[in-house]
Nanobody
Framework: QVQLVESGGGLVQAGGSLRLSCAAS????????MGWFRQAPGKGREFVAG?????SVKGRFTFSRDNAKNTVYLQMNSLKVEDTAVYYCAAGPGTIWVYWGQGTQVTVSS
């Protein structure tokens, strides 16, 4: 089975940057649809980046793959307080999201 492990979260000031990583095992990133979601306290899970970007992060976040490392990344620049959330890596066959990471906390301070 596919396992996804996120890393790179932490505390950052508004305007700063973070780079999240999602390492996959049991599957090949290049043969899976990959994406990033986030969930802020009291809110539902929101798609952030992958095949496209949420309007709220366009121009600030960048999704990328490193097939050699079987890893995907989320580069987050110009962070805002409203970006504070638990960020999840997800994967699936292209129809539904099947596999999920444990999440990594991103906290943006004002």
């Amino acid at each position: 089975q596919v396992q996804l492990v996120e890393s790179g979260g932490g505390l950052v000031q508004a305007g700063g940057s973070l780079r999240l990583s999602c390492a996959a095992s049991g599957g090949t990133v290049s043969r899976l649809v990959m994406g990033w979601f986030r969930q802020a306290p009291g809110k539902g899970r929101e798609f952030v980046a992958g095949s496209y970007y949420a309007d709220s992060v366009k121009g600030r976040f960048t999704f990328s793959r490193d097939n050699a490392k079987n890893t995907v990344y989320l580069q987050m620049n110009s962070l805002k307080v409203e970006d504070t959330a638990v960020y999840y890596c997800a994967a699936g066959p292209g129809t539904i999201w099947v596999y999920w990471g444990q999440g990594t906390q991103v906290t943006v301070s004002s």
